[in-house]
């Protein structure tokens, strides 16, 4: 555990880990779920799951199902099924090409898996779902959280990160400047460790739909940015990871994190659909500029959605 969270601060309300109550295996089962959310277009079998983890293959499937909460087959099935999902909003690629990159050998066999799941067969889901176009007026409610005009396609280098996962509705999620965010816990471990550099980013990043995935299984990265070099030792809250770099469209959200969806939903469901740019399948993410400061003004998180290279 993260020495400073027992020795001054809190643990942050929104749950930090689903694994806390098995210390000794917790970074190796936080190890697999990395790789598996990184490989889900890869066979991903049991066998080759346990041997990663250095667990015989009988008792890595108890561990994981005991800490996770669903079987290996399961976590690996429902994510397919989000990621298929989420590709059914976001692009116009057929069904049966969506299927195939999920795993399924047949549109019969995927379309009953996926109605099991959302309770829609694939074709409903995405006429229900797709994304949709820009409405003539912007809406007025958004006027003071956003402005169109300065919406900007910026090309972002790789990020290397410590960064910490928590579970649970992205709501739940303290603020930066909250004494027991998880971005304080991350600046005061880091400068235990010598590791905090002057003006780092601190940014977050939403890795599941809450349209899509189930409240208490959304996952949510709080992350500060460290030299590429860096030689963290990871424990079981604190991780080094990368958040792979391109291009992005880029708005800036002034207002609380609480009123972030109504910025969220224009860029996905009117913005983004009615432009020239082409979403890719990767997780937005959230840059605080400034989360500390102690000001009575309007926070600024600029939100980052990955696209395709501008033609």
């Known amino acids: 555990m993260v020495d400073i969270m027992l020795e001054n601060s809190e643990p942050p309300v929104f749950e930090i880990s689903m694994f806390e109550d098995e210390p000794s295996h917790t970074q190796t089962i936080r190890n697999v779920c ?8 890869q066979d991903l079998n049991l066998e080759e799951l346990a041997k990663f983890a250095g667990i015989s293959p009988f008792h890595f499937h ?51 898996a996926f109605r099991k799941s959302f309770k829609l067969n694939p074709s409903a889901y995405r006429k229900r779902y797709q994304l949709r176009d820009t409405p003539e007026d912007f809406p007025e409610h958004l006027k003071r959280l956003m402005d169109p005009n300065q919406i900007r396609v910026e090309r972002v280098p790789d990020l290397t990160m410590a960064f910490m996962r928590m579970s649970g509705p992205y709501t739940l ?3 930066p400047l909250q004494p027991n965010s998880p971005w304080r816990v991350l600046q005061k471990a880091l400068h235990l460790r010598g590791l905090y550099q002057p003006s780092p980013t601190f940014l977050g990043i939403c890795l599941d739909d809450p349209e899509i995935t189930e409240a208490h299984k959304i996952r949510f990265d709080a992350c500060i940015t460290v030299p590429r070099d860096c030689s963290l030792k990871e424990d079981s809250f604190l991780r080094l990871g990368t958040y792979e770099g391109g291009w992005f469209v880029v708005v ?60």
């Not at 669903?70 to 069904?95: C, D, F, G, P, W």
């Not at 399948?281 to 990955?306: G, H, K, V």
């Open 34 to 41: 990395h790789y598996i959310h990184n490989h889900l277009d």
């Open 173 to 175: 999620c303290p603020e």
């Open 62 to 112: 108890r561990i994981f199902n005991r800490l996770v909460g669903e079987t290996v087959k399961a976590h690996i099935r429902r994510l397919r099924l989000e990621k298929a999902a989420y590709k059914l909003k976001t692009r116009e690629a057929s069904i049966l090409d969506i299927a195939l990159e999920a795993g399924y050998e047949t549109h019969e066999t995927f379309t009953r």
């Open 252 to 311: 800036p959200h002034t207002g609380p994190f609480l009123e972030l969806t109504p910025t969220y939903e224009y860029m996905l469901y009117h913005w983004l659909p009615s432009s020239d740019y082409s979403m890719i399948n990767r997780p937005p993410m959230e840059i605080y500029l400034d989360p500390f400061a102690d000001t009575d003004e309007s926070p600024i998180i600029e939100l980052y959605f990955p696209i395709d290279k501008p033609s």
